[in-house]
């Protein structure tokens, strides 16, 4: 009898468990952030193959909706980048990889001899800052608009250290605007490009950004400003 009864507690015990253990996990799932995290963490592993060079054609990385880097990734000989910031920008968003810091630098002195001030706004940010970017906007509008206007951890071109968003003094930087405008025209000599132009969104799958540029070194930006390519269009012919 002793031994029959043994027997049921253990088997209750057991059930216990694993009934909790379920609750838990359904509980979970339910937390939109703890699941946008999870989901974009899989995602991450699932489109970045190649951890420290993901998704990348002669030496320029490729990063958008669909092709992701790993969260331990880090750019090379990140430095902080000399130019007049944004009150509101971190340290951490000052910085850039070495070569793009130095060429925006030249553009920003450039752009001033000829009576044009851009400031920076955002440039470097870490996985875990796009995480924390990321939750925070998918806890106050929900997920579906968080991914209309968010990029997703580990699908962020700010992650690889080869783009800024400049601004103006106005802080009001859109395509009309003289500072625009010039960034669209000159931006290339310097080896960067405007990465997500106007008219080609469903290529990109990112809205117009006039004030984004990306650092694919001066052949490179030659090529597509004067063919009026994309950076994926680019790469998909090479």
């Not at 790993?70 to 007049?84: G, L």
């Not at 340290?91 to 553009?107: I, R, Y």
């Not at 806890?139 to 608009?145: A, L, M, P, V």
Request: include cysteine; proline fraction near 3%; aromatic fraction near 10%.
């Amino acid at each position: 009898m002793k031994k029959f009864k043994l027997i049921g507690a253990i088997i209750l015990v057991v059930f216990i468990s694993v009934f909790i253990s379920k609750d838990r996990l359904l509980k979970k799932d339910k937390d939109p952030i703890v699941a946008a995290q999870h989901d974009s963490e899989q995602d991450v592993e699932a489109n970045s193959q190649n951890k420290n060079h993901s998704n990348s054609i002669s030496n320029i990385l490729l990063v958008n909706k669909t092709n992701g880097i790993s969260k331990n990734y880090t750019p090379e000989n990140i430095t902080k980048v000399n130019i007049p910031f944004v009150e509101e920008a971190t340290e951490e968003e000052k910085q850039m990889a070495g070569e793009p810091a130095k060429a925006v630098e030249d553009l920003v002195k450039q752009a001033n001899s000829e009576g044009i001030q851009f400031l920076g706004s955002s440039a470097y940010r870490s996985y875990d800052t796009q995480l924390d970017t990321y939750t925070r906007r998918v806890k106050s509008q929900g997920r579906e608009k968080a991914d209309a206007y968010v990029a997703k951890p580990g699908y962020s071109e700010h992650q690889t250290g080869l783009c800024i968003d400049l601004t103006n003094p106005e802080r009001w930087f859109v395509g009309s605007t003289k500072e625009a405008k010039w960034l669209a025209e000159n931006a290339h000599k310097f080896g960067f490009i405007i990465r997500y132009p106007e008219g080609k969104e469903d290529i990109t799958g990112t809205a117009y950004e006039p004030w984004h540029i990306r650092y694919v070194g001066k052949d490179a930006a030659e090529e597509i400003y004067s063919k009026g390519l994309t950076l994926e269009e680019y790469l998909q012919n090479k």
